[in-house]
Nanobody
């Protein structure tokens, strides 16, 4: 059973940085496409970054490109999202999910969502 445990969210000021993490079980992050999603109340959950299997491509939501970097640690079977130059519109609950590919990010994953980690950017 695929399961993700997200952590590392926090309250930060605009311009700050965070590095939330996503510990996976039931799936090898090295050999699958894994995406980070953001949920904001009243707005459909959207993908902000995705990393392909192996040395695969990374893709980013336009509004986070150049500020966020998605990485993985094979030894810890975990995915990270390095977030820099944070803005108030980055606020949300962040989740991880396995995807068929980084070109197929719409719709719910085949596994349950984790509890997510709250990122709040506010002065």
């Amino acid at each position: 059973q695929v399961r993700f445990v997200e952590s590392g969210g926090d309250l930060v000021r605009p311009g700050g940085s965070l590095r939330p993490s996503c510990a996976a079980s039931g799936v090898a992050v090295e050999t699958h496409s894994i995406a980070w999603y953001r949920q904001v109340p009243g707005i459909e959950r959207e993908a902000v970054a995705c990393i392909g299997p192996g040395g695969g491509d990374e893709i980013y939501l336009t509004t986070v490109k150049g500020r966020f970097t998605i990485t993985r640690d094979r030894s810890k079977n975990s995915i990270y999202l390095q977030m820099t130059s944070l803005r108030t519109d980055d606020t949300g609950v962040y989740f991880c999910a396995v995807r068929p590919s980084c070109l197929l990010l719409r719709g719910a994953p085949e596994h349950d969502w984790g509890q997510g980690t709250q990122v709040t950017v506010s002065s």
